[in-house]
């Protein structure tokens, strides 16, 4: 017979933003009942997740220290035209982690997977059983809404966790290795040493277009390892992913399309970075505050989280302007150039880039100098972009 279950908080979406929230409201707020709802047997799905130090306040790192699996100093990139090794720390944290801290944090009744949800109202949770969840306040997590509200250019991209026969020798990650063949679009390889005889190697493609051929890209991937004379024993694990690089869009459109009045973290509320499409910094800040929240309300939760996506949204114009011109201004196969010249720029720079967090003088160093495409039509594009 179906059941209605009374909570606090009723978190929708075990994933990286809703299993970060659902942590972060536990420590802050011990005897809030929380509950956490997905449809998967598991949290977190079948994810790595990465992130620059730089990425996370030092107010906020300790939502993500429990979760990091992975950490290195420094990291290399890779072009035709000069490679260079970055100072800076990064991180990566695995799903595996991320569903074991939220089963040792959440009271087994707290965690409700393998339940579908058909609805969610800012109060209320319809779940494909027939139960029905009554909470003061629903925060929807369940990943993108409405993508075709956005422009939207894709990056997209096959990764697979190696057991290999002989130590690699690798001493810190490939963050873009972009001396390989150029292939719809921008193309590079990322690989990370896990141990001395475990490495991660993802085939990336910054492409106009979502379609992943992965029967291609593991032959890719093979041909990569091969070159790299890295012998491997086992394929342990692999991930695909098409992310979302925004060049504009409309942003309240693409919110009310996540369920309107409903508060929402996560892809659902258009909280990732335009470039990367990665989602981790906003998903931090996001449970840190809504952990320093007291009133659960769901007006006031989507009131909260509300103001942040579109105030995040609206500081963003810049990168969304910088991949109209990645996309529109540029050939595909030149497109490394732009990535390149990127490249060459202070280590604070990027880190800033990478965090969403450009001055006005980053943004006027990244623009200014010889142009890697042409400027006429990067004139062009960008007085085409679509609602930014
Ligand atoms: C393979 C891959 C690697 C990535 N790597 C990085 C990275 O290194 N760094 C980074 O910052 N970003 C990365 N991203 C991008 C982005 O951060 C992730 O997609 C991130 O998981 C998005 O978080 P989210 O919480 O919004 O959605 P998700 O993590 O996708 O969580 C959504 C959850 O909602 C559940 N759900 C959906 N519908 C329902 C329903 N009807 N009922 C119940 N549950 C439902 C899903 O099962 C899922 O668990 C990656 C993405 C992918 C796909």
Known sequence: MASTISCDVAVVGAGLAGGMIALALKARHPTLDVRLIDSAETVGGNHLWSFFGSDVDTADRWIVAPLVVH??????????????????????????????????????????????????????????DGDRIEATGVIDARGPGDLSLLDLAWQKFLGRELKLGAVHKAPRPMVMDASVEQLDGYRFVYCLPFKPRRMFVEDTYYSDTPDLDLPVLRTRIDAYVAQRKWQVKAIEREESGVLPVAMGGDFEAYWRSGGA????????????????????????????????MSDFSGARLHDAT?????????????????????????????????????????????GRFYAGRSTMTDKARILTGKPPVPIARAVRAIAGMSRA
Not at 265 to 280: C, D, E, I, Q, V
Not at 313 to 321: A, E, L
Not at 326 to 343: H, M, Q, V
């Open 261 to 292: 009045r409903v508060a929402k973290a996560g892809m659902r509320a258009g909280m990732f970075h335009p470039t990367t499409g990665y989602s981790l910094p906003d998903a931090v800040r996001t449970a840190a505050m809504i952990a320093g």
């Open 71 to 128: 950490a290195w100093r420094g990291y290399d990139v890779d072009f035709p035209g000069h490679r260079r090794t970055i100072d800076a720390t990064y991180y990566s944290i695995e799903s595996v982690r991320l569903d074991a801290e939220v089963r040792r944090v959440l009271p087994p009744h707290a965690l409700m997977l393998g339940r579908k949800v058909l609805g969610a109202s800012a109060t209320a949770v319809v779940l494909g």
């Open 306 to 350: 509300h103001a942040m996506a579109r105030t995040t949204w609206k500081s963003r114009g810049f990168y969304r302007m910088l991949d109209t011109m990645l996309f529109r201004a540029s050939e595909p196969e030149e497109r490394y150039r732009i990535l390149e010249r990127f490249y060459r720029l202070s280590p604070s720079l990027i």
